[in-house]
């Protein structure tokens, strides 16, 4: 049986070394400087960068990326290959769908279900409301 390793460095175009922790629940990627709560699923080759903070009972799909400063509210479901942007906001209770990309400082109300391959803009702010009225 072979073992993945517990810490994975990546250089950046820089040569800048970044270094993750492979996450117990789904082995994806977890900067040292993220806030994950114990029971997250975090699915392999997921990215969640420093300064990002995911809540209790939430699901990060295989290939996602969550970058830093993002925060991710409780019991959100993020498909995989999802990008969830910097300093954005995902409230509790969310659905985000398969390959959807939440654009840099976007807020999104609690229970709101982004469809599959949507995209939100840089900054937007989604609710249950302007999910009604599109």
């Known amino acids: 049986m072979r073992t993945q390793k517990r810490t994975v460095e990546i250089e950046e ?10 996450h117990d629940k789904g082995g ?3 900067s040292p400087g993220a806030d994950v709560a114990a029971d997250v699923v975090i699915g392999e080759l ?6 990002a903070r995911i809540g209790r009972r939430s699901n990060i799909g295989a290939g996602s990326w969550v970058e830093h400063g ?17 300093n954005c906001e995902v409230s509790n209770g969310c659905r985000v769908g398969y390959g959807a990309r939440i654009g840099a400082g976007a807020r999104i109300g609690p229970g709101v279900a982004i469809e599959p391959d949507a995209r939100i803009g840089k900054g937007a702010t989604y609710t249950r409301q302007s999910q009604r009225a599109a």
Do not use: H, P
């Open 28 to 30: 994806g990627l977890v």
């Open 13 to 22: 175009d820089d040569g800048t070394i970044v270094r993750y922790n492979r």
């Open 70 to 86: 993002a925060t991710i509210g409780e019991d959100v479901v993020v498909g995989g290959n999802s990008r969830i942007g910097r």
């Open 46 to 51: 997921a990215y969640v960068e420093a300064g």
